[in-house]
């Protein structure tokens, strides 16, 4: 919700999204975007609004999770990196786990620890681990 691009990857409008669902200013219908793919829908990170750690803590989160649990196979979140706001932390503890993706030659070791650790002590479980930015030659 601080930096968001899937939209613009997707080819979709920012607006009408997560924000304005946690602010009580659109339904789960509103939200809801066809993504372009074959089973794909999409929701995008709504307008800027003010205090985007406070909507994400307000519990609307998690209602809206368990709501797309009962209607999709899978729920997937692109959030921010886990160390750089409590943003990604409050979302990883509505979900059901966590795929970290890590960038090869990026991603110091110890920040790596610290994430697991972060994940861990907030029960969290760690599903895996996604290399990218990978040199193939090295």
């Given at each position: 919700?601080?930096?968001?691009?899937?939209?613009?990857?997707?080819?979709?409008?920012?607006?009408?999204?997560?924000?304005?669902?946690?602010?009580?200013?659109?339904?789960?219908?509103?939200?809801?975007?066809?993504?372009?793919?074959s089973n794909l829908h999409?929701?995008?990170?709504?307008d800027q609004l003010p205090?985007?750690?406070?909507?994400?803590?307000?519990?609307?989160?998690?209602?809206?999770?368990?709501?797309?649990?009962?209607?999709?196979?899978?729920?997937?979140?692109?959030?921010?990196?886990?160390?750089?706001?409590?943003?990604?932390?409050?979302?990883?503890?509505?979900?059901?786990?966590?795929?970290?993706?890590?960038?090869y030659a990026s991603t110091?070791?110890?920040?790596?620890?610290?994430?697991?650790?972060?994940?861990?002590?907030?029960?969290?479980?760690?599903?895996?681990?996604?290399?990218?930015?990978?040199?193939?030659?090295?």
């Amino acid at each position: 919700m601080r930096r968001p691009t899937l939209h613009a990857i997707l080819g979709q409008l920012r607006r009408d999204g997560l924000s304005n669902y946690l602010a009580n200013q659109q339904t789960l219908q509103d939200i809801v975007k066809e993504s372009g793919y074959s089973n794909l829908h999409v929701i995008t990170a709504g307008d800027q609004l003010p205090g985007p750690t406070e909507l994400l803590s307000s519990g609307r989160l998690a209602e809206l999770f368990d709501e797309l649990k009962g209607r999709y196979d899978r729920v997937i979140v692109d959030a921010s990196p886990v160390n750089a706001a409590a943003d990604a932390q409050i979302v990883a503890a509505s979900t059901d786990g966590v795929v970290l993706v890590v960038a090869y030659a990026s991603t110091k070791r110890a920040e790596l620890q610290k994430t697991a650790k972060t994940l861990s002590q907030n029960g969290t479980p760690l599903l895996g681990i996604v290399l990218n930015k990978a040199d193939r030659d090295r």
